[in-house]
């Protein structure tokens, strides 16, 4: 309860410290570093590509590729092949003759290539290293080829290694020719940023197991200047031998890749075609003329090259990758991301944002549309900027301050709100009935509405203790109201369990009410209430039984009057003492079936609309038509004798042609079935024994015409 007077006192400052906490988490390595965290955050960028859609490949560039078709030539006539030279030791194993490398050099040269870019990484030697040496010098000024980091076993832990061309291929002159092809995959292994200029110490910085102290030491050489970014990348060669200078992102940085589209954006010539004179001659070739004036990437692209890597569009080759990096910076479009203060300002804007929600908005329905029209607003603005402002915002940082804050704030003050409304319900239950607290808590609307007063069928119970004054007369009072109290922990919890409102305690009896704060029907209110009546008689059997061998138990016996009727209901009495009660005649009526319990010796009476209602449930005996005081027609009234689940007894059906023959004034007939009814009972039956009397005392006077049977209650 301390725990709990502590939340309910201070929920804007749990609020607050959870924000905070939460802002704390998106600043940690330890979560923004977790593989669940670096695939969000992916899946969000990638996202933003795919609204945006495709653009369109750069006409500057083509690409010819290494398909599987061009190490089979199975497209290929035998004529064709035995032709040219080239295509012969295409047919060599793998790797090729690099003579074959000159060969599509001197071709793409000759018909006018402006720069060739070779997406590999020549590193063993082999056959024909000198002739495409000689080549690659010859045209050192308009082509590159590839270096790469590979990770590697080091001494007792992983490292990176550059790996070169080999030796053969790097004549003098031709230290330019050389570009990285490395492609730097993010935590969840897509392929979406690269690297222009970098260097082996930036490099060696991306080993995951790298000793701290080895990395301390490469950051401050770095930081200082020491390390030269020595490395370009071959995307950034390429561009700058067919434009110039070109600008390029700061060294070092990661930039994002703008992706202009999909797999096959770019589509790749079969390299074995340029070597058939037909097909050179036709699209898309056509002698030379699409790839005059162009920059051209030669590269493998067939499936034992494995070179396919996740990008934000679809899985694609690498040399399409490396088309599609070039484009960019031949556009100058590559994207930027925001600096750390940016984010971090962003992060806790939206944290901020989340806690003003929570705490200045009352409605929890508001907070949550609130809280989604900020999510939709932040995810359209990083859209917008993705577009036009090429900027990649960090989204996770700032969805998870303000999605986590909104939701642990509107589920806190939720769960802070059952918290009070159970406290007050047990506070409540114990001074109203369980359904009047649950309509005051769960259903304002309704409770207010009752509050005014409106009229409404409802099924009234009242119970009362037979002779109770006496034993308040003769009883020790602490023994008495003991027993009271068992007692009216049985009677209520039937009430209770069927579903019932316990409206109050008058001294011994208790009134009790179905469908005046909830109802489930008027026929299913009744037969609860009903019931609620057979259980009171089976528990108080129990009770008695349980009693007779106490000393300071009393045996006791009740009377029970249950009513179906329109009541009016409302919260009545003093501003200082106000009841939430049910008042009218069917109340009334209720009240004296009950004590009419005590004139026809019976323990359950219920008025003409409860048995009607419940008829197909229960088994009723008629007690006859009773004229209440303050009636003016006599009200059909029955006994209540079980339910369904026991047969009916064998005489009721007698019993009741004896009624009606006495309603028929057909009174020696009635004589006879009443005491054929009672041989049949075996024992006293007042019913039978009262309406005997009457038949015997009506039986030799004329009975006036406006006589119908009922019989007159003085009392109330």
């Given at each position: 309860?301390?725990?709990l007077?502590f939340l ?19 600043q ?24 945006r ?7 500057r ?11 089979q ?8 092949i ?11 194993p ?5 003579s ?8 793409l040269?000759d018909?006018g290539?402006k ?19 000689r080549?690659?010098q ?34 003098p ?7 990285l ?23 060696m910085?991306?080993?995951?197991s ?12 770095i930081?200082?200047?020491?390390s ?16 110039g ?15 202009q ?7 790749a ?12 001659q036709k699209?898309p ?28 569009f679809e899985?694609?080759p690498?040399?399409e990758?490396q088309?599609q ?10 994207l930027?991301?925001p ?9 806790f ?6 806690v003003?929600i ?10 949550g ?10 995810l ?5 900027v ?32 059952q918290?009070?409304?159970r406290r ?14 649950k ?11 009752a ?7 409802v099924?009234v119970?009242f119970?009362d203790?037979r002779?109770?004054?006496?034993m ?14 068992e ?17 109050k ?79 009218g ?15 026809f ?9 409860t ?22 027609k006599?009200?059909?009234?029955f006994?209540l ?6 047969p009916?007894?064998?005489?009721l ?11 028929e004034r ?32 009506l ?8 006589w ?9």
């Open positions: 309860m301390v725990n007077n309910i006192r201070r929920p804007k400052w749990i609020v607050v410290i959870a924000g905070a906490l939460v802002f704390w988490l998106t940690t390595e330890w979560l923004t570093s977790s593989s669940l965290w670096q695939k969000a955050e992916g899946a969000l960028i990638d996202r933003r590509y795919l609204l859609g495709e653009n369109l490949a750069d006409p560039i083509k690409l010819i590729g290494l398909n599987t078709t061009s190490f030539l199975d497209s290929l006539a035998p004529g064709e035995a032709a040219s030279p080239t295509l012969q030791k295409m047919q060599q793998w790797p090729w003759d690099r074959v490398y000159a060969a599509i050099l001197e071709k040269m018909a290539a720069v060739v870019m070779f997406d590999f990484v020549f590193a063993s030697e082999t056959d024909g290293d000198d002739v495409f040496a080549d690659l010859k045209y050192k000024d308009r082509v590159v080829i590839g270096e790469m980091f590979a990770d590697e076993q080091g001494v007792g832990d992983k490292t990176k290694k550059l790996t070169a061309p080999n030796e053969r291929l790097l004549l002159g031709t230290e330019s020719i050389v570009g092809v490395t492609l730097w995959p993010d935590g969840d292994t897509v392929f979406r940023r690269a690297r222009y200029q970098t260097s082996s110490d930036r490099e910085l991306e080993v995951p790298l000793d701290p102290r080895i990395a301390s030491y490469l950051k401050k050489k930081r200082e200047g020491k030269s970014d020595d490395l370009t990348h071959i995307s950034a060669l390429a561009a700058e031998k067919f434009e200078k070109i600008q390029l992102p700061p060294p070092g940085d990661k930039t994002f890749i703008d992706f589209g999909p797999a096959g954006t770019y589509r010539w079969p390299v074995e075609n340029m070597f058939v004179k037909e097909l050179w699209p070739f056509t002698d030379g003329a699409s790839i005059s004036n162009k920059i051209v990437i030669v590269g493998p692209m067939a499936e034992i090259f494995h070179d396919i890597h996740a990008t934000p899985e694609t690498g040399p990758i088309a990096m070039l484009a960019a910076l031949l556009q100058g479009s590559w930027t991301e600096s750390h203060a940016i984010n971090f300002w962003l992060a804007s939206m944290a901020v944002l989340a003003l929570c705490l200045g908005v009352p409605q929890a329905l508001l907070k549309l609130l809280l989604v029209a900020a999510t939709v607003a932040f359209v603005g990083c859209q917008l993705f577009v036009h402002a090429r900027l990649v915002v960090t989204m996770m940082p700032p969805l998870f301050c303000l999605i986590a804050t909104g939701s642990f704030g509107i589920i806190f003050e939720y769960s802070l709100e918290l009070e409304r007050y319900r047990n506070v409540l239950d114990r001074y109203v009935s369980k359904n009047v607290a309509t005051i808590l769960e259903d304002r609307r309704s409770f207010v509405e509050l005014k007063g409106r009229k409404q069928p099924t119970l119970s203790i002779g109770f004054t006496t308040t007369e003769s009883s020790d009072a602490d023994k008495l109201v003991a027993q009271l109290n007692y009216f922990s049985d009677m209520v919890g039937s009430v209770l369990t069927n579903n019932g409102t316990l409206q305690f008058i001294g011994d009896a208790i009134m009790a009410v179905w469908g005046d704060t909830i109802s489930a029907g008027i026929e299913t209110d009744a037969r609860r209430a009903v019931t609620t009546a057979l259980q009171m008689r089976e528990a108080l059997a129990k009770l008695n039984e349980k009693w007779k061998d106490n000393a300071d138990r009393r045996k006791l016996s009740i009377g029970v009057g249950i009513n179906h009727g329109e009541v009016i209901v409302g919260n009545i009495g003093h501003p200082q003492r106000m009841e939430f009660t049910v008042l005649d069917g109340v009334n009526l209720a009240a004296r079936l009950e004590s009419a319990t005590k004139q010796h019976t323990d359950v009476l219920v008025g003409e609309e048995e009607r209602l419940t008829r197909q449930h229960f088994i009723y005996r008629s007690v006859g038509a009773i004229a209440f005081k303050g009636k003016t006599p009200i059909e009234t006994l004798i079980s339910d369904h689940s026991v009916p007894p064998g005489w059906d007698t019993y009741q042609r004896a009624v009606k023959l006495y309603r057909k009174f020696m007939e009635a004589i006879g079935l009443f005491e054929k009814v009672q041989r049949e009972i075996g024992r006293e039956d007042h019913l039978c024994d009262m309406y005997i009397s009457h038949c015997v005392a039986k030799d006077v004329t009975v006036s015409e406006k119908d049977g009922s019989f007159t209650l003085a009392e109330k």
